[in-house]
């Protein structure tokens, strides 16, 4: 039963180790993801701020006999609006996900911690157990041998007296002499 239960101790041990090595490779990712992120909204930028330095710089005037002509910076500011909401979407979207994934992963550790606390109180009880049982039967031994050597000096003393009571039971049935 020890070696079942050290048995059993060693394999959540295991489980525990694994689920830490599971836990510091997401969060590994997490910070990847975020220095990824980062560094995609610092091109976005570059990439807005090198076009918005193009348009200004080109002064570049056409006439065109259209319709009411567009506003540009509208248009941008649309557009950047747009790409900034979808932005904070996939954010939400990426942080839930990693939430959720450190609370499984928390869930995991916490529920297999206390299984192995568990495991190391009944261990403890069954150490505690063993060791009383221990102690019984070697009192139980000590018992046993006491009384055996009572017992052998009883039939001792025993077996004197029927010597004696035989030798005098063989002098009493002698005839007597004479």
Known sequence: MRQSVESDIHGL???IDDTN??????????????EELLFMKKNHEEEVNG???????????????APKSQDLAKIMAEIRAQHDELAR????????????????????????????????MTLTELRRTVQSLEIDLDSM??????????????????ALQIEQLNGILLHLEQPPAG
């Open 51 to 65: 076009l918005q330095a193009q348009i200004a710089s080109s002064g570049l005037t056409v006439e065109v006999d």
């Open 13 to 15: 041990r295991k489980v």
């Open 141 to 158: 031994r000590n018992t046993k041998i006491s009384l055996e050597n009572s017992l052998r000096e009883v039939e001792a003393r025993y």
């Open 89 to 120: 979407k996939n954010r939400e979207e990426l942080d839930k996900y990693w939430t959720q994934l450190i609370e499984e992963s928390t869930t995991i550790v916490t529920t297999q911690s206390t299984e192995v606390e568990t495991a190391e």
């Open 21 to 34: 090595v599971t836990r510091l490779q997401l969060e590994t990712e997490i910070e990847a993801l975020k």
